[in-house]
């Protein structure tokens, strides 16, 4: 677990209780989507360096789906959803009856397919962070990209990473039958945001 200086043990446990939350809103809709039960592994949370981002993943170089939406409201910022490829190809399987091998194979059936996902998962995290703060949140259409992860989180790292450090990045990890995967949504507010946020939780931070 990386911990940044910025937050003592009280502050990191409450975003992970708001991370726990937001996981098990993400499986229920996952499996209601899927129509297959979905299990799910305590979500790690880390708060890292927008330029670090990359190496929180196996490799800079693993191809995956970014989902990237700005969140608006009381609370100002970015947010990505993560899927690794494996992911995505169950997931067009089991929504579509598609065998996808790689993604040079996607269509815009795919794409939109998937970009509902990320939106579902991402809104079951902004609703679990305005349920426990009491702010308004709203999220904007989501964008997609394919693609390296290190190429698709340059674009949120030279944006934020010139604003503030504090990344939370939240790896889940779903289980469906016997195979495992792991997404990872990463949270960007700014600075101000931040504050609000964790003053609305009762921390004085900022």
């Known amino acids: 677990m990386e911990q940044a200086n910025h937050f003592n043990a009280f502050e990191m446990d409450i975003l992970r209780e708001i991370a726990n939350i937001g996981a098990g809103h993400a499986a229920t809709?996952?499996?209601?989507?899927?129509?297959h039960q979905i299990s799910m592994e305590v979500p790690e949370l880390r708060i890292t360096p927008a330029e670090q981002l990359a190496g929180t993943f196996s490799s800079p170089e693993a191809e995956v789906v970014g989902i990237l939406m700005d969140i608006s409201g009381d609370i100002e910022g970015m947010l990505m959803y993560i899927i690794e490829k494996d992911f995505c190809h169950t997931l067009l399987q089991v929504l579509l009856n598609k065998d996808i091998n790689n993604f040079t194979e996607v269509d815009e059936m795919d794409i939109s397919a998937l970009t509902e996902i990320g939106n579902i998962?991402?809104?079951?995290?902004?609703?679990?962070?305005?349920?426990?703060?009491?702010?308004?949140?709203?999220?904007?259409?989501?964008?997609l990209a394919l693609d390296m992860v290190g190429a698709i989180l340059n674009y949120p790292a030279q944006l934020y990473g010139s604003m503030s450090d504090q990344v939370l990045s939240i790896e889940d990890r779903f289980g469906k039958d016997d195979e495992q995967?792991?997404?990872?949504?990463?949270?960007?507010?700014?600075?101000?945001?931040?504050?609000?946020m964790l003053n609305q939780l009762g921390v004085q931070y900022g």
């Open 29 to 35: 809709a996952l499996a209601e989507m899927l129509s």
């Open 121 to 143: 998962v991402a809104g079951a995290y902004v609703n679990a962070l305005a349920e426990m703060t009491g702010l308004t949140l709203r999220i904007s259409p989501p964008s």
């Open 181 to 196: 995967v792991s997404c990872h949504l990463l949270i960007m507010p700014h600075p101000d945001s931040l504050n609000k």
